[in-house]
Nanobody, 124 residues
Framework: QVQLVESGGGLVQAGGSLRLSCVAS????????VAWFRQAPGMEREFVAA????????YYADSVRGRFTTSRDNAKKTVYLQMNSLKPEDTAVYYC?????????????????WGQGTEVTVSP
């Protein structure tokens, strides 16, 4: 069993930065890839980024590639999402999720565990 807790969301102006954290409990966390998803009001949840269990591989949605970076510290059981050059269209609730699989396996059904989400609002 793995529990995930996100933090770091908030209100930021366009062009600004935020760093989200996802802290896990459970001993199998280090064996799983971790992904970030987001869901804007009235929209479906969409994939943002993923990082392999080792941290050596990552994968990003086209909409965030070059602006967002994900990293992990397995000793701290924490995964980060550094978000730079934020745009109003990045406004959403951001979720981390984990489970076995590769970083390019982005289907929501492929993730066994989800956090409760943290809200990010980017003002124009």
């Amino acid at each position: 069993q793995v529990q995930l807790v996100e933090s770091g969301g908030g209100l930021v102006q366009a062009g600004g930065s935020l760093r989200l954290s996802c802290v896990a409990s459970g001993r199998t966390f280090s064996n799983y890839r971790v992904a970030w998803f987001r869901q804007a009001p009235g929209m479906e949840r969409e994939f943002v980024a993923a990082i392999s269990w080792s941290g050596f591989s990552s994968y990003y949605a086209d909409s965030v590639r070059g602006r967002f970076t994900t990293s992990r510290d397995n000793a701290k059981k924490t995964v980060y999402l550094q978000m730079n050059s934020l745009k109003p269209e990045d406004t959403a609730v951001y979720y981390c999720a984990t489970g076995p699989g590769g970083v390019r396996d982005t289907d929501l059904g492929g993730f066994s565990y989800w956090g409760q989400g943290t809200e990010v609002t980017v003002s124009p």
